[in-house]
């Protein structure tokens, strides 16, 4: 019979210290004590992956939806595509002893470039490459602050799980227990 | 912000580079570069040869035995890599802070400089361009933010935010009466750099026609701007507010998955160049916050 999660406590203070993750990159962390964020998500897609009973934490940033587009680097720099990255990301969760099917996932970013015109569409194709992976493993984005032409910063409480996005100054929570 | 003709007039109190720095950009950025004139300036600066032999030395280049000999030094760095230290060294702290005015995160402007650059020359030795004029036209072509970042420390006046949608260079002459490509290619004309190199900084975000002024070098560098955009290089307050010519593609024969995979070196040379091309003693500090390279391992920052 499954257990309930423990109680989820409050937002720590923005001060607290804090797990970068770059551009290409992804983090895990079974730590409590820290916030995970990334910042500059313009285009590239921010994924956030929470377990509420274990409190493992996890985060990818990828740039590109597919890999294809450049074997050599997707082998050297797996994170760079989402549909390696994100993979990876539940992989890491599993190893932390997560259980993918009480996962939180939130999603930030995927901004397009102005008067795109259709040439592009970076955003739009990382949306959708994150929509067909978490269908495929059977994942439910909790919360998600996707498009426009605005970067994003993204950040999750690895103790309570709030996530947040800052965007034009102006920080506001996009998913809280 | 009604103070709007100072931010033009703060080129007349930006602190000049030191006078290698100058002369070696000049050099580098000229149609026919010299590796052997670029060396006799180095040698003319005491700080740019200890951080040429620095780097020379370092054991992220994997170079057996150390040297002491400058020309050598060159060979083994290249004039791409000495043109970053030039420019590193000349800007510091003046560059690293750059794009505080635009809410650029502390040395962030630097990534996108050295990201593009790398794009830049890629994309110039594939098009037939001269590539280390292509690598400083681009390394150089978010100058013109240095003149706001004054006026922003001088008045505390702030940039507003601009509207989803609009061009941010057109927001800016709108707003401003002035933009920072206009802004950057008048600070490089006083530095005395070459005219094409100057006007691919005054079009970067806008490159025209062949017919009205337009060249291969001004597409190249536009391209390796929204190239180092596309990595997430250099995002403020402007985010993704410049439009990518589809022209300037055309003119060059770039088709998106070109692009794209310019994009994936801009950030492969931003990961290469923390990775280990930095002196951790004088790099670590202003990066402490920064995305991390290629091997990124987990830490923490408070």
Same mark, same amino acid.
């Given at each position: 019979m499954p257990q309930p999660a423990p109680s989820i406590p409050s937002p720590r203070p923005i001060g607290a210290p804090k797990l970068v993750v770059g551009v290409a990159d992804l983090q895990s962390t079974g730590d409590r004590t820290i916030r995970v964020i990334t910042h500059a998500l313009g285009s590239c897609i921010g994924v956030t992956a929470w377990d509420p009973?274990?409190? !493992?934490t996890g985060m990818l940033h990828y740039?590109?939806?597919?890999?294809k587009i450049s074997p050599d680097k997707a082998e050297r720099?797996? !994170?760079?595509?989402g549909d390696l990255g994100v993979p990876l990301l539940l992989e890491r969760m599993k190893a932390l002893g997560a259980d993918t099917r009480r996962l939180v996932v939130c999603a930030a970013g995927g901004a397009e470039v102005v008067a795109d015109g259709g040439t592009f569409r970076i955003g739009a194709r990382n949306r959708t490459i994150l929509r067909k992976l978490a269908w495929k493993h059977g994942l439910l984005l909790a919360a998600d602050d996707t498009g426009g032409n605005f970067s994003r910063t993204l950040s999750i409480d690895a103790e309570c799980g709030t996530v947040r996005i800052r965007t034009q100054g102006e920080e506001r929570t996009l998913w809280a227990a | 912000m009604g103070c709007l003709m100072n931010i033009a007039e703060t080129l007349d109190r930006l602190p000049p580079l030191p006078a290698a720095a100058t002369r070696l950009l000049r050099e580098l950025g000229s149609p026919d570069a010299d590796l052997d004139e670029a060396v006799r300036i180095i040698r003319t600066d005491e700080s740019l040869t200890a951080s040429v032999l620095r780097t020379a030395n370092s054991a992220a280049l994997g170079a057996r035995g150390r040297t002491l000999d400058l020309r050598a030094a060159v060979v083994r760095l290249g004039a791409r890599t000495v043109a970053h230290q030039a420019l590193e060294l000349a800007a510091a702290p003046t560059f690293r802070d750059a794009g505080v005015a635009f809410d650029?995160?502390?040395?962030e402007q630097w990534r996108a400089a050295i990201g593009g650059a790398r794009a830049a020359e890629e994309l110039g030795i594939r098009c037939g361009a001269e590539p280390e004029r292509c690598f400083v036209a681009a390394l150089l072509?978010?100058?013109?933010?240095l003149a706001f970042d004054l006026h922003h420390q001088q008045t505390g006046a702030e940039i507003p935010r601009p509207p989803a949608g609009e061009d941010f260079v057109a927001f800016e002459h709108r707003t401003f009466g002035v933009d920072h490509p206009t802004l950057g290619a008048d600070l490089a004309t006083r530095w005395g750099l070459p005219a094409e190199v100057c006007a691919a900084i005054r079009h970067h975000h806008h490159p025209p026609a062949r017919d009205e002024g337009g060249s291969v070098l001004l597409d190249v560098v536009h391209l390796a701007d929204a190239a180092a955009r596309f990595a997430g290089?250099?995002?403020?307050?402007?985010?993704?507010?410049y439009p990518v010519s589809t022209a300037a593609m055309d003119r060059l024969g770039v088709d998106r998955g070109d692009l794209e995979r310019l994009a994936l070196s801009a950030a492969v040379a931003v990961f290469e160049l923390e990775a280990g091309l930095n002196d951790p003693d004088d790099s670590a500090a202003s990066r402490s916050d920064s995305p991390q390279p290629a091997d990124r391992s987990a830490r923490r920052t408070a």
């Open positions: 009973r274990t409190r !493992a740039m590109l939806p597919e890999s720099q797996p !994170a760079m595509f | 650029v995160r502390r040395g072509r978010d100058i013109g933010r290089l250099g995002l403020g307050c402007d985010g993704l507010l």
